[in-house]
């Protein structure tokens, strides 16, 4: 055990063991400890990974990343965290510099650089992936875990900073189950919705994934449910209105914001939604007096001014 400030290695895997050993191996004279947490239904979790190595804990599975997560970390007794993922593993040169950062008292957490081994041309991505272990840091949202906002609270309650490491945690592109990160989204999307049915926030992103992914069609009637729960949810309007208007239903992207005006004529945004779709489909005369109405407010004007200043000097280039 080193003198200085400890670390835990925190995982969650689903049985998964191929990476693993690799991963485990990276960490070797880095971690004083390592927690993994096994999502799997079966209650052999040797099967995960050698016990000489990580201290396996079974993690039931109730819909909740951020749950699961947050039973990973809590288990921790060193003084930092650094969060892996099974598939992960951290450079070589890059032990020396974690090391010397968790001595530094002045500091609550670290950026990471993310980087796809099999993808080097592909940029690195900062991730804050290595905190402190102090209670308040956690895990929020069930489908699509964060710990940002946690730790940057907790860097304002104890006066700390957040810095930014050059070392690197690598990854295999193909590494992993074969299922794609989008289908498990949906999946878990669909068993929150589940849980809280009455939620319209889960309906919507499952709606906005969706959309995403390039499923208009079953996006376009995701949104639909969204507003049946909640007729003036105006993000799922936008969502629908612009995914009609692309296919080519402009009237019903039209009708859609008439309808929402007529309970909401103040709202700017929507007016200036739809002269945005009508100018984008060369209907300018029919777009004016919506621009004009987005011209209005002061939150819209400067995009409204702009799309009415494209219409007139295409007017005066006699192009329409």
């Given amino acids: 055990m080193r003198s200085t400030a400890t670390i835990s290695i925190c995982m969650l895997v689903r049985g998964e063991n191929r990476a693993l050993s690799t991963c485990l191996e990276s960490v070797r004279g880095l971690a004083d400890e390592v927690i993994v947490g096994n999502l799997g239904t079966s209650r052999r979790t040797e099967a995960v990974g050698p016990r000489d190595e990580a201290n396996m804990i079974q993690v039931?599975?109730?819909?909740?990343?951020?749950?699961?997560?947050?039973?990973?970390?809590?288990?921790?007794?060193?003084?930092?965290i650094l969060v892996l993922n099974p598939e992960e593993w951290v450079a070589l040169n890059s032990q020396a510099e974690i090391l010397g950062a968790v001595r530094n008292e002045s500091l609550i957490g670290y950026r990471l650089r993310l980087v796809t081994q099999s993808d080097p041309a592909k940029p690195a991505s900062l991730s804050l992936r290595l905190f402190r272990n102090i209670p308040e840091i956690a895990y929020r949202d069930p489908v699509a875990p964060r710990i940002d906002e946690s730790?940057?609270?907790?860097?304002r309650k104890h006066g700390k900073q957040i810095g930014t490491l050059q070392a690197r945690i690598l990854s295999r592109s193909d590494a992993g189950p074969t299922r794609s990160p989008?289908?498990?989204?949906?999946?878990?999307?669909r068993g929150q919705i589940e849980l809280?049915?009455?939620s319209v926030l889960y309906r919507y992103?499952?709606?906005?994934?969706?959309?995403?992914?390039?499923?208009?069609?079953?996006?376009?009637?995701?949104f639909r449910k969204v507003l049946r729960e909640n007729s003036q949810h105006f993000d799922s309007i936008e969502a629908l209105a612009d995914l009609l208007s692309h296919k080519g239903s402009v009237r019903s992207s039209i009708l859609l914001l008439q309808s929402y005006l007529?309970?909401?004529?103040?709202?700017?945004?929507?007016?200036?939604?739809?002269?945005?779709i009508l100018t984008r489909n060369r209907r300018f005369n029919e777009a004016i007096p919506w621009l004009e109405e987005a011209l209005r407010s002061e939150t819209t004007a400067p995009e409204a001014a702009r799309l009415v200043d494209h219409i007139q000097e295409l007017r005066r280039r006699e192009l329409i």
């Avoid at 947050?70 to 930092?80: G, K, L, P």
């Avoid at 730790?151 to 860097?155: D, G, N, R, V, Y």
């Avoid at 992103?205 to 996006?219: F, I, K, Q, T, V």
């Fill in 205 to 222: 992103r499952y709606a906005e994934h969706l959309r995403n992914l390039g499923r208009s069609s079953d996006a376009i009637e995701a």
């Fill in 60 to 80: 039931p599975w109730r819909n909740d990343l951020s749950q699961a997560r947050n039973q990973v970390i809590s288990s921790a007794t060193c003084d930092w």
């Fill in 151 to 155: 730790i940057l609270e907790a860097s």
């Fill in 196 to 198: 809280e049915p009455e």
């Fill in 262 to 276: 007529r309970r909401k004529p103040e709202d700017s945004r929507a007016w200036l939604l739809g002269g945005t």
């Fill in 182 to 189: 989008g289908d498990r989204l949906i999946r878990l999307l």
